[in-house]
């Protein structure tokens, strides 16, 4: 099973939206709503913040959402803050496996 | 509070084995489907290994598939992961992570600290 494709890097600066993508194949993303998202500060484990393309955990600021369109899965965060700052993987079913994006490096600038 | 608490891990030389723990409080362990997941230093996240609530479904990825076994004892709320013929590629953080619920699937709402395990002669 091949990794999901994200871009490695985005940055935007406080305030300012910024959306990440995540690519897969009709065998993963696309076949399923199985889509998962989360944030990793380092040194630190991940945190998940959207499950289930588009619901977030309780806890999880409403600045998060998520969204998907055929085989690509989409993260946007609205008005950043400094400790958006961080890793951002994406994960989705894929019968039996789960696969998980290159990851996304997010700056803020 | 929801706990997940990683051992077992250390320095092995190439082709011999491990076995990591995963020890779960604040919860009943029984009612949720439990997963590894791994980070190779410097790198991203993969999915290793999934269980059951009861143990008798498990799936691997092809990369540790019949090398790595999962297991859990529910009545000690622990998970498992026996791992054989270990490779320089396995060196990683490992983490456990707990399934969101039985309507959901690629959701780990909590996670381990992790526990570095290195492959190196």
């Known amino acids: 099973q091949s990794a999901l494709t994200q871009p490695r890097s985005v940055s935007g600066s406080p305030g300012q939206s910024v959306t990440i993508s995540c690519t897969g194949t009709s065998s993963d993303v696309g076949g399923y709503n199985y889509v998962s998202w989360y944030q990793q500060h380092p040194g630190k484990a991940p945190k998940l913040m959207i499950y289930?393309?588009?619901k977030r955990p309780s806890g999880v600021p409403d600045r998060f959402s998520g969204s998907k369109s055929g085989n690509t899965a989409s993260l946007t965060i609205s008005g950043l803050q400094a400790e958006d700052e961080a890793d951002y993987y994406c994960c989705s079913y894929a019968v039996y496996n789960w696969v998980f994006g290159g990851g996304t490096k997010l700056t803020v600038l | 509070e929801v706990q997940l608490v990683e051992s077992g891990g250390g320095l092995v030389q190439p082709g011999g084995s491990l076995r990591l723990s995963c020890a779960a409080s604040?919860?009943?362990?029984?009612?949720?489907?439990m997963n590894w997941v791994r980070q190779a230093p410097g790198k991203g996240l993969e999915w290793v290994s999934y269980i059951g609530v009861s143990g008798t479904t498990i799936y691997y990825a092809d990369s540790v598939t019949g090398r790595f076994t999962i297991s859990r004892d529910n009545a000690k709320k622990s998970l498992y992961l026996q791992m054989n013929s270990l490779t320089a590629e396995d060196t990683a953080i490992y983490y456990c992570?707990?399934?969101?619920?039985?309507?959901?699937?690629?959701?780990?709402?909590?996670w381990g600290q992790g526990i570095l395990v290195t492959i190196s002669s």
């Open positions: 604040g919860f009943t362990f029984s009612s949720y489907e």
């Open positions: 992570a707990r399934d969101l619920g039985p309507y959901s699937s690629a959701a780990y709402d909590y």
């Open positions: 289930d393309v588009n």
